[in-house]
């Protein structure tokens, strides 16, 4: 078991470097997905069900739909303010 929260936690903080790293918001995002569903496997193997669908719903679900509606919106505005150029 703790080869398996080892292994799970590279692969977490692998994530989070990752979404740091990418220049492409999109991909930041995507990053920012999988380190909160890696972090909700986290939370129910360490017996926090609970704390795990929270994060599952709120950190993978929701954060990400914000984050790419966010992205499209800008993309919409500065694709806008070129035509009325």
């Known amino acids: 078991m703790n080869f398996f929260h080892s292994v799970l936690l590279l692969m977490i ?4 470097s990752m979404a ?15 380190f909160s569903l890696l972090l909700a496997l986290e939370f129910y193997l360490l017996q ?4 795990a669908i929270a994060e599952a719903g709120i950190g993978a679900g929701l954060s990400t739909a914000i984050g790419l509606i966010a992205i499209s ?3 919409k505005k500065s694709a806008n303010k070129e035509d009325k150029r």
């Open 13 to 16: 903080l692998a994530c989070a």
């Open 20 to 34: 740091l790293w990418f220049r492409n918001l999109y991909h930041s995002i995507m990053a920012m997905a999988a």
């Open 48 to 51: 926090a069900p609970d704390v």
């Open 73 to 75: 919106a800008c993309r």
